[in-house]
């Protein structure tokens, strides 16, 4: 058997760290009303729709109504600080922490009703 040159087996190695590295695709509700509404937090990554996955949270809580999307967009939750030390003092940075998020309302589908 013959062994793949170093230079083919060191690229491999990358090539599969690579792919550990690599951030998966995520949601989470913020808040929820049953049958009502709700807040869904989406986190894409290179593996997986989270938009598709939010798409699906929402139609659960809906159930036979439908999700309509009310507000779309970034929302601070938080900041964070990095401190650096300098040669005549420390100096902090500080940055908002920030998440997409998705506001929804459940909807009827029958024609004439109004949003619940």
Same mark, same amino acid.
């Given at each position: 058997? $013959?062994?793949? *040159?170093?230079?083919?087996?060191?690229?491999?190695?990358?090539?599969?760290?690579?792919?550990?590295?690599?951030?998966?695709?995520?949601?989470?509700?913020?808040?929820?009303? *049953?049958?009502?509404?709700?807040v869904v937090t989406v986190h894409e990554g290179m593996g997986g729709?989270?938009? #598709?996955?939010?798409? $699906?949270?929402?139609? #659960?809580?809906? &159930?036979? $109504?439908? *999700?309509?999307?009310?507000?779309? &967009?970034?929302?601070?939750?938080?900041k964070t600080s990095e401190k650096r030390i300098g040669s005549y003092a420390t100096i902090t940075d500080m940055e908002d922490k920030r998440e997409w998020r998705i506001t929804y309302k459940c909807k009827s589908r029958l024609k004439g009703k109004g949003s619940n």
């Open positions: 058997m $013959q062994r793949a *040159p170093t230079s083919s087996r060191c690229a491999m190695t990358l090539l599969a760290l690579g792919f550990l590295s690599v951030s998966c695709a995520t949601i989470r509700e913020v808040k929820k009303v *049953p049958g009502k509404s709700g729709d989270a938009r #598709e996955m939010a798409r $699906q949270k929402m139609r #659960e809580n809906c &159930g036979a $109504q439908e *999700p309509v999307v009310v507000e779309e &967009g970034e929302a601070v939750v938080g």
